[in-house]
């Protein structure tokens, strides 16, 4: 059920912490590849920058609210992560360049020549999933790809 949610996304929503540990949120397209997350985007980017700063970061999957039955249940994902940012010109760096062309087009093409682009490789530490009232879950397992189901917890009680 996370892989398949997780699936139907093209970007994810990445929130960092900047030089006053101050919260930052912006989005970025994505790859899946071996249980990891990674992110491919251009040191301009205040998120690079907070990242090279500080390695913590939350990604989250929402779902579309023009999509959802109720807006107060939006199912969503966030993943609390390490990040690392990676050499470029390596084996890596082809492979995964070749996972982003898979998945979002030939623009990829062009950006993989731009040298101020880093991939960045997010690993989850912790994680929650809400898919509606009522069913929300921990995300764990050797790879953060379970739900747990949540024990002792009582919700909605009056």
Known sequence: MLEDYINKFKSLTVSTL??????????????KYNNKYYIYISSMAKHYQNLELNPLASLFFIEDE?????????????????????QRDNEEFE????????????????????????FFEFSPYYGEAIF????????????FDKLIQRKNQKGHNK
């Open 18 to 31: 900047d030089e006053n540990t101050a919260p930052f949120t912006s989005y970025a397209p994505f790859v």
């Open 66 to 86: 023009s999509l959802c039955d109720n807006i107060f249940g939006r199912k969503r994902v966030v993943l609390q992560c390490k990040s690392e940012k990676l």
């Open 95 to 118: 492979n995964l360049a070749k996972q982003f062309e898979e998945k979002h087009g030939s623009t990829m093409k062009m950006l993989k020549t731009m040298k101020d682009f880093s």
């Open 132 to 143: 509606g009232f009522g069913e929300a879950y921990n995300v764990g397992g050797e790879n």
